[in-house]
């Protein structure tokens, strides 16, 4: 096991050192000067120099990029060339509200669709079975944003039990800044919760046509012990992942949900420093999201390995 883990750590680490290499030039080959889009268009030339020095674009490419990753091994993101505060106390600030929505709209999503899932399955072909599908069907289609703007319109203006958006802060108290998660945790949650269903489902169903299951059977256990025991978790393996992409979805794509509700949170972030050209912002939000999506990944290839034994010799 410890050989499996330490494979997959050097893994993280080239494709963390791949990733950086292509947001930075990516980001940096995007046309327009951050310096001469701050001064505007009449920007004297010594004054437009002296801005790029302050900010530090006289570099090469190739010096700029080795400052930049050497100040996040450091935690230096570097300061904003909009705001001008240093970019990791604003990733801090934005992260406390963006993670806890990831985890709380996870945490519904999964609540939701395991017993889901496994209802349909042990009732394929019933009422139940059809229904559920029927209902996880239109989760998938309906898009997040229309349903967040749907409850906006019912909890928060017509039966005012959550307000339309904003976030109270977490020194108003828990209960206040998770009601002002709750909307937009479930408007994330629900489609979340229609795919994860339908997973759950389909590997429950083709665990439960496997031959050790018809082996259980034939010495006496029950369908529900069957199902318990043995075929939950040997279905849990494209379950896992599928959890692990959605929590890498909903930390770095929950940008138009957290426009639609005026959350302060690193989706906002992104959108404000790309229309501002912040690019020291950009490079490091999404190089962020990028080692959260990275390390959720790696998080389920041990799982994988924890659940399953048979796929430590295999990678």
């Known amino acids: 096991m410890l050989r499996y883990v330490l494979k997959r750590l050097v893994s993280l680490v080239i494709s963390l050192a791949v990733a950086s290499l292509v947001i930075f030039v990516a980001i940096e080959v995007v046309p327009g000067d951050p310096a001469a889009y701050m001064l505007g268009m009449n920007a004297q030339p010594d004054t437009l120099a002296a801005l790029r020095e302050q900010l530090g674009l006289n570099g090469t490419l190739a010096e700029r990029y080795l400052s930049w990753v050497g100040g996040m091994l450091t935690g230096d993101f570097g300061t904003s060339y909009t705001y001008r505060t240093p970019v990791a106390e604003m990733i801090g600030e934005r992260l406390w509200i963006s993670l806890p ?3 709380y709209a996870l945490t519904l999503s999964t609540l939701i669709a395991f017993p889901a899932g496994v209802w349909a399955a042990s009732r394929r072909g019933s009422a139940v079975d059809m229904g559920v599908m029927g209902v996880t069907q239109l989760g998938v289609a309906i898009p997040n944003f229309w349903f967040a703007m749907l409850m906006v319109l019912v909890f928060a203006i017509n039966l005012r039990w959550f307000s339309a958006g904003g976030f109270a802060g977490w020194e108003q108290g828990v209960w206040a800044a998770m009601k002002s998660l709750t909307l937009p945790a479930i408007a994330l949650a629900l489609p979340q919760a229609s795919i994860l269903t ?17 082996t259980a ?13 043995h075929a939950l978790r040997n279905a849990m393996i494209p379950v896992l992942t599928i959890i692990g992409m959605q929590f890498s979805f909903l930390m770095a794509g929950a940008i138009i949900i957290e426009n639609v509700f005026f959350l302060p949170g690193l989706g906002r972030l992104v959108f404000q420093a790309i229309s501002a050209r912040d690019l020291i912002v950009v490079e490091s939000v999404v190089m962020l999201l990028v080692f959260a999506v990275i390390v959720v990944n790696f998080a389920v290839d041990v799982a994988y390995a924890a659940v399953d034994p048979r796929l430590r010799g295999r990678r």
């Open 198 to 214: 339908r997973v759950m489902r389909s590997s429950l169903l083709d665990t439960l046509s496997e031959d050790f299951i018809r």
């Open 217 to 229: 059977r034939a010495k006496g256990l029950t369908r529900r012990q069957v199902l318990w025991r």
């Open 101 to 103: 929505l990831a985890l």
